[in-house]
């Protein structure tokens, strides 16, 4: 079994630039996250998809995060624009349904803003 | 205060030490409670998970949640240096709304062979 895709793995930007991170979930798996994960610090959730609608973002900075998971399947995230205190390590997970307990993880994408 | 404590450590033991891990919460709407394990430049994987109260063994690997004084455990027997990682609690309440994971800050586990 595929595990959850990201890419790119790494990214440098400046500061008030835009970027965007991509994830493909296992497959079948209708419920999607994104958490962010500050250096020394445990993975935040910022956004929770079920299929292709929104069940919590209360977490995400919506004046310069978006996230979208438009058939249900991939999901994209986007900041425009950054800031320093967003470098920190993007990851994405996805398990088999809102009840499921595992979540399975990729291996993140790691964002340098400089 | 944080939802989730845990020590960041690092914590260095030797090969074949017991290791205990722990973690204190303050929302008592908790009622799952994970172990997941990380390395370096990885995402967390997925170790253990007890619902509400109670012990949980698998193989060298033993959870425990103590409901009333919110302190959830880990412990590892006839520690491994390959046990070496990250290793990150994890809550979430059980059922409606979200089902997003809390994560403790992660303890920094080091086994000198």
């Known amino acids: 079994e595929a595990g959850v895709a990201q890419s790119p793995r790494y990214k440098i930007i400046e500061k008030r630039q835009s970027v965007a991170f991509w994830c493909n979930p296992i497959s079948g798996h209708a419920t999607l996250y994104w958490y962010q994960q500050i250096l020394g610090q445990g993975p935040k959730l910022l956004i929770q998809?079920?299929?292709?609608?929104?069940?919590?973002d209360s977490q995400l900075p919506k004046d310069r995060f978006s996230a979208e998971r438009l058939k249900g399947v991939d999901s994209t995230l986007k900041i425009q624009p950054a800031k320093l205190e967003d470098s920190a390590v993007y990851l994405c997970a996805s398990s088999l349904s809102r009840r499921d307990t595992e979540a399975f993880f990729g291996q993140g994408t790691r964002l340098t803003v400089v | 205060q944080k939802e989730v404590e845990q020590d960041p450590g690092p914590l260095s033991v030797p090969e074949g030490a017991i290791v205990s891990l722990n973690c204190t919460y303050s929302?008592?709407?908790?009622?799952?409670f994970m172990w997941y394990r990380q390395y370096s430049r990885k995402g967390p994987e997925l170790l253990m998970y007890t619902y509400s109260s109670g012990n949980k063994e698998d193989g060298r690997f033993t959870a425990q949640v103590d409901k009333s004084s919110k302190y959830i455990s880990l412990f590892i027997r006839d520690s491994q240096p390959s046990d070496s990682a990250t290793y990150l609690c994890?809550?979430?309440?059980?059922?409606?709304?979200?089902?997003?994971?809390?994560f403790g800050k992660g303890t920094h586990l080091i086994i000198q062979p």
């Open positions: 994890a809550m979430r309440y059980s059922g409606g709304g979200a089902d997003g994971l809390t």
């Open positions: 998809f079920q299929n292709n609608g929104v069940v919590d």
């Open positions: 929302n008592s709407a908790f009622q799952y």
